[in-house]
C-alpha cells in the first residue's frame, strides 16, 4: 500500500433489530467508498428484516416496522454491496459488529463474501490509542473534532461523520500499512470504558472487580488493560502500596 491520502477506503454502518449477529437483522445499510479528498461513491436503504424490531432498537435509531414496508430485502441489497466492499480496506466505529452483521446476512441467504477477511480499521481503538477524547463514541468524537452534525442516529448520517472522524485521527500516519502495525498491539486505556466503574481510571476500581472483569469475553484492549492493572498491583502499584505505610521498608 502506498501513503495513505492515495488508498480507497470503505466505510460501513449497519442499524439492526438487536446486536446478535445470528439472530438479529440488518433494517438499513449505508455505505460510502472514499479517499481523502472525495467521497466516490456512497448507497444506503432501509430494508425490510421479514422480523419485528424490538422497541429498546427502535429507541436508538427511530426506524420503526412501518417505515420498512416496501422496502427490498436484504438479499437483494447485498451483492451490488458487497461488490462495492470487495477489495478495499473497511473502516467503521466498531466495525467488526457490523462485518458480522453482513456476514451472517449472506450466509443466510448463500451469498458468497469474503468481507470476514478483508482487512478493516476500527475507529473506536484508533480513537483509544489518540486518547485525548474523554469518550470515545462517534458522537463525542465528533464534538470533540468540531465536526458538522450529519442530524440523527442513521446510518449515511453516521457515516459521514465516521469519515471525517478516520481522518482526524489517521494525521500522524504516513501509510495505512502504519495503522495497521500499530492496531496488532493492544492499548492500554485510560478509564473502564463500560460496566458499574465506568469511567473511572484502573487505578481506582476495587481489585475483586477486575479479577471478575478479567474472565470476561472483552475486546483485546480491555482486557489488556485490566491485566496491566492488575500486574501493577502484583508488584506493588496501586492500593496495596499506598494503604500500606511498610511497602518500602
Keep these: 500500500m502506498g501513503l495513505i491520502r492515495q488508498d480507497i477506503f470503505v466505510c460501513i454502518d449497519c442499524e439492526s433489530t438487536g446486536l446478535d449477529p445470528d439472530k438479529d437483522r440488518i433494517i438499513e445499510i449505508a455505505v460510502a467508498r472514499f479517499t481523502f479528498d472525495q467521497?466516490?461513491?456512497s448507497f444506503e436503504t432501509l430494508v425490510d428484516p421479514e422480523c419485528e424490531i424490538p422497541q429498546i432498537s427502535q429507541d436508538i435509531h427511530k426506524i420503526s416496522s412501518d417505515m420498512l414496508q416496501g422496502k427490498p430485502k436484504i438479499a437483494q441489497v447485498l451483492p451490488d454491496l458487497l461488490k462495492m466492499i470487495d477489495g478495499h480496506v473497511i473502516v467503521g466505529h466498531g466495525i467488526g459488529f457490523d462485518i458480522s452483521l453482513i456476514a451472517a446476512e449472506a450466509k443466510r441467504h448463500q451469498i458468497p463474501t469474503n468481507i470476514e477477511k478483508q482487512k478493516f480499521i476500527d475507529t473506536l481503538r484508533?480513537?483509544?490509542?489518540?486518547?485525548?477524547?474523554?469518550?470515545?463514541?462517534?458522537?463525542?468524537l465528533r464534538q470533540h473534532f468540531n465536526i458538522e452534525p450529519e442530524g440523527a442516529h442513521r446510518a449515511m448520517s453516521d457515516v459521514t461523520v465516521n469519515i471525517e472522524v478516520f481522518k482526524y485521527l489517521t494525521k500522524t500516519f504516513q501509510t495505512t500499512e502504519q495503522i495497521f502495525e500499530t492496531l496488532k498491539k493492544p492499548i492500554k486505556l485510560?478509564?473502564?470504558?463500560?460496566?458499574k466503574h465506568k469511567?473511572?481510571?484502573?487505578d481506582e476500581i476495587p481489585i475483586e472487580y477486575l479479577l471478575w472483569a478479567e474472565r470476561?469475553?472483552?475486546d483485546?484492549?480491555?482486557l489488556f488493560s485490566i491485566r496491566s492493572e492488575l500486574r501493577n498491583r502484583k508488584r506493588g502499584g496501586g492500593f496495596e502500596q499506598s494503604t500500606n505505610p511498610f511497602a518500602d521498608l
Excluded: C, H, T, W
Excluded at 190 to 195: A, Q, R
Excluded at 199 to 202: A, L
Design 39 to 41: 467521497i466516490l461513491q
Design 126 to 140: 484508533l480513537a483509544r490509542l489518540y486518547g485525548e477524547s474523554p469518550i470515545n463514541s462517534l458522537e463525542k
Design 190 to 195: 485510560k478509564v473502564m470504558p463500560l460496566g
Design 199 to 202: 469511567g473511572r481510571k484502573f
Design 216 to 218: 470476561k469475553d472483552f
Design 220 to 222: 483485546q484492549d480491555l
